[in-house]
Nanobody, 121 residues
Framework: QVHLVESGGGLVQPGGSLRLSCAAS????????MGWYRQAPGKQRELVAV???????NYADSVKGRFTISRGNAKSTVYLQMNSLKPEDTAVYYC???????????????WGQGTQVTVSS
């Protein structure tokens, strides 16, 4: 079994900052990609930021310059530092990882349970 556990969401005023964390645990053989998506009410889930399998990062245009994705030394934990938050950043943020478990022949996508981020005055 593989699990993704997120933390760090909450309520923040416009212009404020939050840091999200996601830790992958369980029977992990390898992690290909790992990152963050978000889904606002009435909208489709969208990519926010991700580490690619090659170790580079991709960001949604809407968060470039404000959000930073980073990861721990073991590469099984990712963080999302969110600065200069705007009301339009309000959404449920989901951790996503493409992981091959120790009992599988190929990788599959895993999702965290989601953490609410609300930006409001």
């Amino acid at each position: 079994q593989v699990h993704l556990v997120e933390s760090g969401g909450g309520l923040v005023q416009p212009g404020g900052s939050l840091r999200l964390s996601c830790a992958a645990s369980g029977s992990i053989f390898s992690i290909n990609t790992m990152g963050w998506y978000r889904q606002a009410p009435g909208k489709q889930r969208e990519l926010v930021a991700v580490f690619t399998s090659g170790g580079s990062t991709n960001y949604a245009d809407s968060v470039k310059g404000r959000f930073t994705i980073s990861r721990g030394n073991a590469k099984s934990t990712v963080y999302l530092q969110m600065n200069s938050l705007k009301p339009e950043d309000t959404a449920v943020y989901y951790c996503n990882a493409d992981i091959r478990s120790t009992v599988a022949l190929r990788s599959i996508a895993y999702w965290g349970q989601g953490t609410q981020v609300t930006v409001s005055s």
